[in-house]
């Protein structure tokens, strides 16, 4: 029989669900002090003993953590990485993240040409950086792959280190791609050791299993993936929130009412999968221009009678429920009181509603898998067009295959062009990629 551990992590707890299909087999939780290994460890042993399994019946383990978060509580350390970006002489050179206070971590050199990449290397090599990034201009560098750059790096400060390309990030505003660059690249260090102490957690008590780690957008991504791209966890606990309530009902379109940290959240599922904002987030001065899920929050501490508590959720039914809609309400609440409140709010407005109790520890558990590839083409001319996809889809084929994953017939594919009308010969940022139920 194959088990599945769930791992849910935050600024003040870890904790652990033990299952099988939608069978919850132990459940543990534990504040987190300074060190997230050894909660982490404590929580898996407290699962396997209460649930008397053996460890190597775990076959998949499922991450839901905001690692921007846990930076944030200082779970994650806080590196000095070293920035190389292109300017052009008659830019105006403002210093990166200047409206935060992490621009202090951030060691910057600007150069005009990749010409200066080398020299700019060797000027951060003083700061020992313990990752490094590079913002490159659309203009140029178009030869530049972070396989050459890891290299030179390695051979320029003596010593490797994560490296992380602008070009990555399929942003048209270099201001927009420096922010998401850099503070990615930030968590970099601290999450490739929170994986590295994970994997010796999971070595002393003899599990082997697929880790896979919650994004933002609903899906989930291998760690190889979580490892170079954490910024995609932030708001992931959101995510989770909707999905432990639809799954298990087997409901792809519905509002969903959840609770987390004395707030009341509202948000929609979409095709299985739930809606996103597209509206910056904003993390100490800085605009991530980041996909999240689209959530609506009411404070319960500010209202104080349930008259003026009934009325802002009847207000805020209204506002998700656009006329002629039927989309199901699934209320996911532990706490009785608000919750025969929100049942009766939703008859009265003659809304389908239902009750799940899910929690949504479980929520990455009804994630599909996604594995996608960004890519900035110079020249994606007509000609050369169907030559550039069929390239593309190899090397996601690729990436798929030393994941040990195989795509099924319920699996979807996507390809997104974002064409770049200022630069010529058609240039354009792709975004392809697959996605699918994990059994």
Same mark, same amino acid.
């Given at each position: 029989?194959?088990?599945?551990?769930?791992?849910?992590?935050?600024?003040?707890?870890? %904790?652990?669900?033990?299952?099988?299909?939608?069978?919850?087999?132990?459940?543990?939780?534990?504040?987190?002090?300074?060190? !997230?290994?050894a909660t982490t460890e404590q929580i898996? $042993?407290?699962?396997? =003993?209460?649930?008397?399994?053996?460890?190597?019946?775990?076959?998949?383990?499922?991450?839901?953590?905001?690692?921007?978060?846990?930076?944030?509580?200082?779970?994650?350390?806080?590196?000095?990485?070293?920035?190389?970006?292109?300017?052009?002489?008659?830019?105006?050179?403002?210093?990166?993240?200047?409206?935060?206070?992490?621009?202090?971590?951030?060691?910057?050199?600007?150069?005009?040409?990749?010409?200066?990449?080398?020299?700019?290397?060797? #000027?951060?090599?003083?700061?020992?950086?313990? @990752?490094?990034?590079?913002?490159?201009?659309?203009?140029? %560098?178009?030869?530049?792959?972070?396989?050459?750059?890891?290299?030179?790096?390695? *051979?320029?400060?003596?010593?490797?280190?994560?490296?992380?390309?602008?070009?990555?990030?399929?942003?048209?505003?270099?201001?927009?791609?420096?922010?998401?660059?850099?503070?990615?690249?930030?968590?970099?260090?601290?999450?490739?050791? +929170?994986?590295?102490?994970?994997?010796?957690v999971l070595a002393r008590q003899n599990?082997?299993?697929?880790?896979?780690?919650?994004?933002?957008?609903?899906?989930?991504?291998?760690?190889?993936?979580? *490892?170079? +791209?954490?910024?995609?966890?932030? #708001?992931?606990?959101? @995510?989770?929130?909707?999905?432990?309530?639809?799954?298990?009902?087997?409901?792809?379109?519905?509002?969903?009412?959840? @609770?987390?940290?004395?707030?009341?959240?509202?948000?929609?599922?979409?095709?299985?999968?739930?809606?996103?904002?597209?509206?910056?987030?904003?993390?100490? $001065?800085?605009?991530?221009?980041?996909?999240?899920?689209?959530?609506?929050?009411?404070?319960?501490?500010?209202?104080?009678?349930?008259?003026?508590?009934?009325?802002?959720?009847?207000?805020?039914?209204?506002?998700?429920?656009?006329?002629?809609?039927?989309?199901?309400?699934?209320?996911? !609440?532990?706490?009785?009181?608000?919750?025969?409140?929100?049942?009766?709010?939703?008859?009265?407005?003659?809304?389908?509603?239902?009750?799940?109790?899910?929690?949504?520890?479980?929520?990455?558990?009804y994630a599909p898998i996604c594995v996608?590839?960004?890519?900035?083409?110079?020249?994606?001319? =007509?000609?050369?067009?169907?030559?550039?996809?069929?390239?593309? %889809?190899?090397?996601?084929?690729?990436?798929? *295959?030393?994941?040990?994953? +195989?795509?099924?017939?319920?699996?979807?594919?996507? %390809?997104?062009?974002?064409?770049?009308?200022?630069?010529?010969?058609?240039?354009?940022?792709? *975004?392809?990629?697959?996605?699918?139920?994990?059994?």
């Amino acid at each position: 029989m194959d088990f599945t551990l769930n791992l849910t992590v935050d600024q003040n707890k870890i %904790w652990g669900l033990l299952g099988i299909e939608d069978i919850v087999t132990a459940r543990a939780n534990q504040a987190l002090d300074s060190s !997230l290994a050894a909660t982490t460890e404590q929580i898996i $042993g407290q699962l396997l =003993s209460k649930s008397a399994i053996q460890p190597e019946q775990i076959t998949q383990i499922f991450i839901t953590a905001d690692f921007l978060d846990l930076f944030n509580g200082g779970y994650l350390p806080c590196p000095v990485i070293g920035y190389v970006r292109y300017l052009p002489r008659i830019t105006n050179n403002r210093e990166p993240l200047y409206k935060s206070p992490l621009r202090h971590q951030v060691v910057t050199e600007t150069v005009d040409s990749e010409d200066g990449l080398s020299q700019a290397l060797f #000027n951060l090599k003083a700061n020992h950086p313990a @990752a490094l990034a590079v913002n490159p201009s659309f203009f140029s %560098w178009g030869d530049l792959t972070e396989g050459a750059l890891s290299a030179l790096t390695r *051979r320029i400060l003596g010593y490797p280190l994560p490296v992380m390309l602008g070009s990555v990030f399929n942003k048209i505003g270099f201001i927009a791609r420096e922010n998401i660059l850099l503070v990615n690249t930030l968590l970099l260090p601290g999450v490739q050791s +929170f994986y590295d102490q994970l994997h010796t957690v999971l070595a002393r008590q003899n599990i082997q299993a697929k880790i896979w780690t919650l994004r933002n957008n609903g899906m989930l991504m291998t760690e190889t993936r979580a *490892r170079q +791209f954490p910024i995609y966890t932030t #708001n992931s606990h959101l @995510a989770a929130h909707l999905l432990a309530a639809g799954r298990p009902l087997a409901l792809d379109n519905m509002l969903v009412i959840s @609770a987390r940290d004395n707030n009341l959240l509202f948000g929609i599922m979409e095709q299985g999968l739930p809606l996103c904002s597209q509206v910056p987030l904003e993390y100490k $001065g800085i605009a991530l221009n980041l996909t999240h899920p689209f959530i609506k929050t009411i404070p319960l501490d500010r209202y104080q009678s349930i008259g003026d508590l009934k009325r802002v959720v009847k207000e805020t039914l209204h506002t998700l429920h656009h006329a002629g809609e039927s989309r199901p309400v699934v209320i996911n !609440l532990a706490d009785p009181a608000i919750n025969n409140l929100l049942l009766h709010t939703c008859q009265s407005l003659n809304l389908p509603v239902q009750e799940a109790k899910f929690s949504s520890s479980f929520g990455a558990r009804y994630a599909p898998i996604c594995v996608e590839q960004e890519h900035y083409l110079p020249a994606y001319t =007509s000609k050369k067009r169907a030559e550039i996809q069929d390239l593309l %889809w190899g090397k996601l084929k690729e990436e798929l *295959r030393a994941e040990g994953l +195989f795509i099924k017939e319920d699996w979807q594919s996507y %390809w997104e062009e974002r064409p770049i009308r200022y630069l010529p010969e058609q240039a354009s940022l792709i *975004r392809l990629g697959y996605y699918g139920p994990k059994s």
